[in-house]
């Protein structure tokens, strides 16, 4: 077996922002079955502290970035876990990166840098007689990794970092050098500098030994100025240890046959009892168009502004829209507005239950992010044969058959992609959407063809496999 240790901020179902926890709650499990023992370590947040069952102290830390703190290894949900338990770090409930304010605590930096840090150590000298032959760091914050392992004996490790969403890069004033417990000779732009601060997603860029992302075309875009955000240059240079491996999604938890939170199917006729049950639930009345349904953090990057712009459309179509979410207070105000009219239900919130039973029930999702380095909930809704509608980049132009006149012929369609990433350009996609669902016979076929697409762990588990093993020799 390899021994594989996942350094992560998040991981489902313990705690969960975004698509980070599905992938890293997942991983392990996916793995198991190809030859590499994953294990996880985790920010002792409350929620992990209290799911944490046969715990051990595996280390103690005298001072760990401003007090003092344990490595405790045990387990949760089915994970092999090793937590840091660190309360003047992480002893904060609700959301692991925001306070009560909806800031990001302002000890960011030095949280996830003490994270970074002892999954260094890990990497280096063990824990509990254990010691992985991978470190797998998963976005910014597992970034300083590799600047603390310049500094400890580990030639034979090797490291890997996943790149979830560059958008992030985990910035910090140069004034925090010491705190962060950097070595001040390397802040330069061969180094972890980045535009004048410290970045720790620059640190991993540069110093990890493989680098991934959740798509093979996000993979290609992040070498670009208008995705990469600056890093295109760094991803260039990188271009030979990137690789894209797509994200499954987790069928233990995502598949409409067992699925405890809906009316189960296995085939199309079981999907009219959940429409009508989303409808009952959101209040939305009987209409022959289709009922649309989005399931997303409400930020620039998922073009939800241009929904806002587009619904005339669809509304004109007879379609409607059912939408689950939450940030950014503007946006959220305006959907709010906007399910004045009879057919639009607006949830501001998160609700795992609710997220299934929309996806059950609706015959399309809207996912017209403006960059999306994977994203699942795409996937989720080919899975329950609810038509994707995408905006053509990162993995939604690797996921989504769009029904152009030549893959409808084929019959081979599963939704619809639409480029370039406009309100105009969604405006046709709508259009479009509202003609093929009245299109009964083609609607079911691409419906069916969605349904049957492989989209759980099984190839890309294969393919994190195969790199680990390349990597170790
Ligand atoms: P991202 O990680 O960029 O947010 P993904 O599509 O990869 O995008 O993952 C988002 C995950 O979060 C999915 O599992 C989705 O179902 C879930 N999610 C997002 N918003 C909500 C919400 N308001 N309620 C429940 N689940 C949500
Ligand atoms: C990020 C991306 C999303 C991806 C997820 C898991 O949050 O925005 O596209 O699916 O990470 O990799």
Known sequence: MIR????????????????????????????????????????????????????????????LFGGPARLLAGQAAGLDLLVIDAPHLFAREGNPYLGPDGRDWPDNPERFAALSWVGAHVGAKGAGGWRPQILHGHDWQAGFMTEYLRRMQADDLRTV???????????????RLHSLRLDPGRFHSEGYEYWGAISALKAGLIGADRLTTVSPTYAEELMTPEFGLGMDGVMRHRRDALTGILNGIDETVWNPATDPAIKTYRDLKGKPANKSALRGEMGLPESDGPLCVIVSRMTEQKGLDLVLQALPTLLE????????????????????????????????????????????GGDAILVPSRFEPCGLTQLYGLRYGTLPLVGL??????????????????????GIQFSPITAESLRNALTRL????????????????????????????????????????
Not at 14 to 30: E, I, Q
Not at 323 to 347: I, W, Y
Not at 393 to 414: E, F, H, K, Q, Y
Request: proline share 6%; net charge negative.
């Open 4 to 63: 594989v240790l996942s350094v992560t901020s998040e991981c489902a179902p313990l705690v969960k922002t975004g698509g980070l926890a599905d992938v890293a709650g997942a991983l392990p499990a996916a793995l198991a079955g190809h030859g590499v023992q994953m294990r996880t370590l985790l920010p002792g947040y409350p929620a992990v502290m209290a799911a944490l069952k046969g715990k051990t102290e595996a280390e103690r830390f005298d001072d």
């Open 161 to 175: 970092l996943t790149i979830h969403n560059i958008a992030f890069n985990g910035p910090a004033d140069p004034g």
């Open 317 to 360: 179509g007879g379609g409607q829209l059912a939408l689950l979410g939450s940030g950014d207070p503007a946006l959220q105000t305006a959907f709010e507005r906007a399910a004045k009219n009879p057919h639009v239900a607006v949830r501001i919130g998160y609700d795992e239950a609710l997220s299934h039973r929309m996806i059950a």
């Open 393 to 414: 980049t990162g993995g939604l132009a690797d996921t989504v058959i769009n029904a152009s006149p030549a893959a409808l012929a084929r019959g081979v369609a599963t």
């Open 434 to 473: 509202c003609a093929l669902y009245r299109d009964r016979e083609t609607w079911s076929r691409m419906q069916a063809n969605a349904m049957a697409q492989p989209v759980g762990w099984d190839q890309s588990a294969r393919a994190y496999a195969a790199m680990y093993a390349e990597l170790i020799g």
